[in-house]
Structure formats: C-alpha cells, structure tokens
C-alpha cells in the first residue's frame, strides 16, 4: 500500500492528500472536513494545545492563552529563529510550526489508518520575494521541520504545478494552461502543456513553459481592507497635538496576521498610554487600548477576513465590530476594498505578463486559465488576471483541494 502523501502545509488552511483507488484523494483533518485551518492555540487556563477550527474556537470563547496563525509566513524570515511568550515562557517558532505539521501528520495517519512515511510538500514558486538565499533557506526550514515530525522521504513541487496535474487528471484533451493560485500568502501561477497522454509521463519539465510568482495573498488583502477601512476607528490615521500622525506601526502590527501579537507587550501598553493623553481624538486611541487589554486582535482580523470573503460576492456588507468599546457597525463597500487592494492587484498583473513574456506565450494562445487558492474569489484579482488572456475559458477548482489533490498524484510518481 501506498505510504507517501502530499502535503499542502497553507499559509490560512492546510491538507494532505492520499491516492486511494476508488476514493476520494483528500483526507479527513477536522470533523470530517479536509482543511485544517493553519492556526494553534495554547490555553493557558487548561494548559492545552488546540488546532484549527477547535483553535479559533476556544480563542473567540474567551479563553486566556496564545493563538498563533499564518505560521508559514515566517519562513525565510529573520522571526523563524525568533521566539514568543506563551503562558510566562518563551517559546521558539520553528517548535510552533513543528507542533502543526506534527499535528497534520497525525491526523492524516489516523485518517488513512496507516503510517505516512514520504511527502511532497507544496512551496510558493517564492517563499521570499528577489531573494534566492532566503528562499532556499525557507524551503530546507521546511524539510527539517518535516524530518523532525517522521518524514523519511521528502520532495517538494511549486503549488500551481501541483494544482496543474489536478485539473490535467479531469481534461480530455490537450491544453495550455495557466495556473492561477492565489492563497493566503502568496500569488503563484505556471503556464503548462497539460493532457490525458501528457499525463503518464514521469517526467514532466518540458511541459511546464514557465512559472512565477509575488509574495502578495489573502493576508495582504486582508491588511490593507483593515487599515482603509477599521482601523481608522481605532484612531490610525488621526493626529496627536504637535500634528504629527499617531504612530502607524500598531495599526500595521493589528492588521497583519502573523506580527498581531507583537502589539500585546508591556510596552506598548506604555507607550499607548502616553500616545492617548496627547491624541486629539482620544476616544479612537482608547478604543484601540481597550482592543488591545482585551487581546482582541485576532476577532478584529477574523472579522475583517469575513468582510473581504462576504465582498467577493457582494457590493457592500455591513460588518459588526462587537467587541470594540463602544460597538461599532461598520459598512464596507466593494468600491473602497478595490481602492485599498488595487496596487496589489497590479503586482498580480504584472506578474501574470512578465509570465507569458519569459515563456514566448502570446495572450490568446492560452486556452485555460484555472483557478485554485482560498483568495482566487477576489473579484478584483480574478478580474485583471482574465484581463491578461481574455479569449481564455476560465474555470475554477477545488480552491482548497486542488494543490493537495495534485501533490498526491505528484508523490506516487515520485515515491512509488
């Protein structure tokens, strides 16, 4: 029987896949669903680790402790050898992402009934942006963390190739495609020559014309919809009796998902203290020294992240901000979210046409563009892509499956 899986380790939500004859590839990892959201947190109350949804769960509950999510973003990152504080002792970063996939090994096991011995890991096409030294070092932080959980056997595959060999398994003829993967943490695409004769190849390098990428994602996304549009409630933007703007680095350090615990220290907690007997809009900075004592920033950044999903298929949502003091009921509009991400998403673009300039490619040679990835529903991004290649059918996958679904198919070719 086969032992060797894919794993799509995510920056928002993670999966295994495990190709079994007759049944479907993804496996189980939380109450029968095949996510696992990308998120641990430590109860300081019950001393306990939880993942996931449970994670989430017991966060917004109330309960004291630590939540840690977006833990892929630190690789490559000068953080991967720093630590955080979890219940009075300092805990390092590489033991917070050695405890998830440990945990995603686990659950995968015991969801397939036996032990998972090879991996392909998914990677972004960049880890790290214009830096290759970073990049590498990402990916064998990577590979150590997986050999320290039991891996014996470990490969790695760009995840848009990945989800390419899903959608190459569902075709019927052949086409050239490009892949557009969109996820938590970054933008991925490859432009392949897929079809059902190309696909018992073992080896496929010919096939793929050209790969790229950018290190923008839902996170980003995220960011800049929270600082357009909720923390001006908290006083971002405002200004302090000389004139001079509050700091901005607490609204940065709220609405980015990976550095929200940054704003939890003493002193910062100082700091704000001396920043509001000085603002000249008081009430916004105390909103923000309330969020900040109740250690709600992972609320308001999982609130903002409803708001963005709500506004792929809506023009405006309204957005109730319960925990802020006083609440806040806050309208969020299509128009501002596309202002606020709009420099993003020509990044993407660019990306997109640097792609078919480096692979020779003219726009209306492309037959498919197919996306995958949590974000790909972000109706601006999905718009300026199709831009690129307009004569091209648009399809979408498994925006979940489809990177772990490909890297199944890719271990059995690599692991037998």
């Known amino acids: ?72 973003s630190l690789l490559g990152t000068s953080l991967i050898d720093g630590q955080t504080e979890v219940g009075g002792r300092a805990v390092p970063f590489r033991m917070l992402l050695s405890q998830f996939i440990g945990e995603v090994k686990r659950r995968a096991e015991q969801s397939a009934g036996r032990e ?72 991925d695409f490859s432009l392949v020559r897929l079809s059902p004769e190309r696909a018992k190849k073992a080896e496929r390098r010919d096939d793929i014309l050209a790969t790229g990428g950018v290190h923008i994602g839902g996170t980003d996304f995220d960011k800049y919809l929270s600082l357009a549009s909720v923390m001006p409630l908290l006083g971002y933007g405002s200004r302090l009796n000389n004139n001079s703007e509050v700091p901005s680095s607490y609204y940065f350090n709220l609405a980015t998902w990976h550095t929200i615990n940054l704003a939890y220290t003493k002193k910062i907690w100082v700091q704000l203290a001396d920043v509001c007997r000085d603002a000249r809009e008081q009430d916004k900075v105390r909103r923000l020294q309330h969020l900040i004592e109740e250690r709600s920033g992972h609320w308001l950044a999982m609130k903002v992240e409803e708001g963005k999903i709500a506004l792929s298929g809506a023009e405006q949502v309204e957005l109730e901000l319960e925990r802020l003091a006083p609440a806040q009921s806050l309208l969020l509009r299509r128009g501002q979210f596309d202002e606020a991400i709009g420099h993003l998403c020509g990044s993407v673009e660019d990306t997109v046409q640097r792609l078919l300039r480096d692979a020779g490619v003219a726009p209306e040679a492309v037959d498919t563009v197919f996306f995958t990835g949590g974000s790909s529903g972000v109706r601006l991004l999905r718009e300026k892509i199709a831009a690129v290649v307009p004569s091209a059918r648009k399809v979408e996958g498994d925006l979940f499956g489809s990177i772990g679904a490909g890297l199944a198919l890719d271990a059995v070719r690599k692991f037998g």
Not at 10 to 39: A, C, Y
Not at 139 to 147: H, K, P, S, W, Y
Not at 149 to 162: C, R, S, W, Y
Request: proline share 3%; net charge negative; hydrophobic share 45%.
């Open 1 to 72: 029987m086969i032992h060797a899986c894919g794993v799509d380790f995510g920056t928002s939500n993670s999966t295994v896949g495990w190709v079994r004859p007759g049944q479907s590839t993804m496996l189980s990892l939380e109450d029968g669903k095949t996510t696992l959201p990308s998120v641990v947190f430590f109860n300081a109350e019950d001393e306990e680790v939880s993942y996931g949804r449970a994670a989430l769960a017991d966060y917004l509950a109330g309960y004291e402790g630590r939540l840690m999510r977006s833990l892929k």
């Open 116 to 187: 998972l011995t090879s991996a392909v890991f998914g990677r972004p096409v960049f880890f790290i942006d214009d830096n290759a030294q970073a990049d590498q070092l990402a990916q064998d932080t990577l590979a150590e963390i997986a050999r320290s959980v039991g891996f014996k056997e470990i490969a790695f595959q760009f995840e848009p190739i990945a989800a390419a060999f899903d959608y190459e398994s569902q075709i019927a003829r052949e086409e050239l495609v490009l892949i557009a993967d969109i996820g938590g943490g970054t933008s």
